[in-house]
């Protein structure tokens, strides 16, 4: 699926924003468990009453969801489900004072709160567009009084419930405004994981019934590509191979006099050109690895320079538990080509210049196991949230021409339930 527009898109589903902004979600069920509705006197069938010390006493907390536009410029956030129950008290005057108590019990919340994105990260709430039904609310008067009366009540504590309980959503909006403008960003790979200038779409994508993923990271060939070709341009990337213990073993085993040098000296290949991937129309991915690798002498003297075009096709694309929101990867490499466009060399490995193409069809697997053991990275995206993640997760990417779309699963805590 080809991303309109944006390099980098951050898709976040339902079960994603209930699980990365649980701090507001906690304190958003905190604020409701402790609720304290408005008192309030109205006069019923003549009898003048006063209801008051409203007070939430258990809660058991609806689910959030969401439904949006095509545009994404209106979203519905909902909260369905959970339950309540609501103590208060009476006092009624009608030629003599009554006082008493009453328990109100709701079940199954329907909550709507509309709200208009006036950015990609900043949402615009009016308090007067939220709705709240409940699918059974039953109250308990003691002493009882007459059904119509206590019907009544009911109904007005119902719009007592809706006017505190939109007021606190409106103030939760508010607070989710300031954590997704830094949510997620994308990151220089040659700065250091530092902020690139490249923007970050955050959308929302509403629920369906195939699809339980949590977060999706959509990233573009081209940003990758931008990515990896700083590598080359900025990062002044060298791979050094000396202290690579499987070639130690490897050159421990050789008998021949190139080994003896190569042994002794400084193996380190760098890029003479841009690094790439390339999304295949068959749904494979490949990377090339313009690499010029050079052997010297401890005192700086060149023994061997060669430079070959590495192509590589990535499987099993992994992602790994998340460190202080970066994202990292890593891949199944298999070599499929690699094109010698150059070779010099001192006159004691001219004989081992002229074996290169053998000598590379010999190693091949144990240059695979090379790059599958030591070459990974990490996404051009920082996430800044404290996601729990499965000790491994899996993504399964889907490939077009132009993006990589990664589907990645964490794991959710329980749906909060407080008792007092």
């Known amino acids: 699926m080809a991303l309109a527009g944006a390099e980098v898109v951050v898709k976040m589903t339902p079960k994603s924003v209930a699980h990365v902004f649980k701090k507001e ?15 309030f006197q109205a006069t019923y069938l003549g009898l003048e009453m006063t209801i008051d010390h409203l007070q939430v006493v258990d809660f058991k907390m609806p689910k959030l969801s969401y439904e949006t536009s095509a545009s994404q410029s209106h979203m519905t956030f909902k909260l369905l489900g959970g339950s309540a129950r609501l103590l208060g008290q009476y006092s009624a005057v009608y030629k003599t004072k009554r006082e008493g108590q009453f328990e109100m019990i709701f079940e199954h919340f329907h909550m709507s709160v509309p709200v208009k994105r006036t950015a990609l990260t900043k949402f615009t709430v009016a308090s007067d567009e939220c709705t709240l039904e409940v699918d059974e609310s039953m109250i308990t008067m003691s002493p009882v009084l007459p ?20 007021s606190n959503a409106t103030q939760f909006f508010s607070k989710l405004n300031s954590h997704l403008i830094h949510f997620a960003e994308a990151t220089d790979i040659s700065q250091g994981g530092h902020p690139s200038h490249i923007d970050v779409e955050l959308h929302f994508q509403n629920p369906t019934s195939e699809d339980d993923t949590a977060i999706h990271v959509d ?6 590509n931008a990515e ?25 085993s050789c008998k021949t006099t190139e080994c003896r040098f190569i042994e002794d000296g400084d193996i380190v290949s760098s890029f003479f050109d841009r690094p790439s991937i390339r999304i295949q129309s068959d749904n494979t991915v490949s990377l090339r690895l313009p690499l010029s690798t050079s052997l010297t002498t401890t005192n700086g003297k060149e023994l061997f320079r060669i430079q070959t075009e590495v192509e590589l096709n990535l499987e099993d694309i992994v992602l790994e538990h998340p460190e202080n929101g970066e994202v990292f990867w890593s891949a199944k490499f298999h070599i499929k080509n690699i094109r010698i466009l150059q070779t010099s060399s001192s006159r004691n490995f001219q004989k ?61 805590s329980p749906s909060l339930r407080v008792l007092v």
């Open 219 to 224: 990233v573009t060939e081209s940003v990758v």
């Open 147 to 166: 059904e119509q009366i206590s019907a009544k009540i009911k109904s007005d504590l119902l719009d007592q419930l809706k006017e505190a309980a939109c």
């Open 352 to 412: 081992f210049a002229t074996r290169m193409e053998s000598w590379i069809e010999e190693h091949k697997l144990f240059m695979e196991n090379l790059l599958n053991t030591y070459i990974q990275g990490s996404l051009p995206v920082h996430l800044r949230s404290p996601l729990a993640w499965t000790h491994r997760v899996h993504a399964r990417p889907i490939f077009s021409t132009s993006s990589l779309s990664f589907h990645v699963h964490p794991h959710f």
């Open 25 to 39: 979600m906690s304190s958003l069920h905190t604020s409701l468990l402790h609720l304290k509705p408005s008192p």
């Open 228 to 252: 990896l070709s700083k590598l080359y341009s900025s990062a002044n990337t060298r791979f050094i191979w000396n202290d690579v213990p499987e070639i130690k073993e490897l050159l421990k």
